[in-house]
């Protein structure tokens, strides 16, 4: 079985601090790890994936995520959060029962920006 | 390119009745999924297609239904409505159902209002 915990279910800080969005991740087998993000109203966005060619996965809008299996961790971070990073966020594993890659996803990590 | 496009974005219904929602893929992508986000909470899988049959079928009764038809549209129903099933139905698509584990994306999501 794989299952995803994100830490907090709210994280604020101020435009230009550092963002840190936490996921930790069971799985029985190596994972395939992904963070979305969603914005009010619309669908997931894919930020950046891990396919365990590297454990630092560069991601759209200047996030990047680091893997690390001894701590069953990916957390997702950015130097200087913007406005527009305010945002509903998602942790994903997946692994293929059977042969198709599912998802699970975690519960959200809200982004506060305050100016 | 048009990305995924899902009809109707809102929907009002009561308890009881039956309500069939359209999603229509990236082109060339084959696969097709179906997501059940209830507000506050991540996605949760309901059904994968890849050509036409069903590749995965997640935690949900007998109500709910899928099918993808030969141009990779995709149609979920869902009978005798409950309360619960108030929520965001988010339809993904992606190249190969997952075989080599290709993000998904996302469309923007139908909002379904159970009175």
């Known amino acids: 079985a794989q299952s995803v915990t994100q830490l907090g279910s709210h994280v604020s800080v101020s435009e230009g601090a550092l963002v840190l969005l936490r996921c930790n991740y069971s799985?029985?087998?190596?994972?395939?790890l992904f963070w979305y993000v969603q914005y009010p109203n619309q669908g997931l966005q894919l930020l950046l994936k891990y396919t365990s060619a590297a454990t630092l996965v560069k991601g759209i809008n200047g996030f990047e995520a680091e893997f690390k299996k001894s701590e069953t961790s990916f957390h997702l971070t950015k130097p200087s959060a913007h406005m527009s990073d305010a945002a509903e966020y998602f942790c994903a594993v997946s692994h293929s029962p059977g042969g198709s890659y599912i998802p699970t996803f975690g519960r959200g990590t809200s982004l506060i920006v305050h100016p | 390119d048009a990305g995924v496009t899902q009809s109707p974005t809102h929907l009002i219904k009561t308890r009881g009745q039956h309500v069939t929602l359209r999603c229509s893929p990236i082109s060339g992508h084959k696969s097709v999924s179906w997501y059940q986000q209830v507000l506050g909470q991540g996605p949760q899988f309901i059904f994968q297609y890849y050509e036409k049959e069903e590749r995965g079928r997640g935690n949900f009764p007998d109500r709910f239904s899928a099918r993808q038809f030969p141009n990779y549209s995709s149609e979920l129903n869902v009978n005798a409505l409950l309360l619960g099933d108030s929520a965001l139905y988010l339809c993904?698509?992606?190249?190969?159902?997952?075989?080599?584990?290709?993000?998904?994306?996302f469309g923007d999501g139908t909002r379904l209002s159970i009175l």
């Open positions: 799985s029985s087998v190596p994972p395939y």
């Open positions: 993904a698509s992606s190249l190969d159902g997952g075989y080599s584990n290709q993000p998904q994306h």
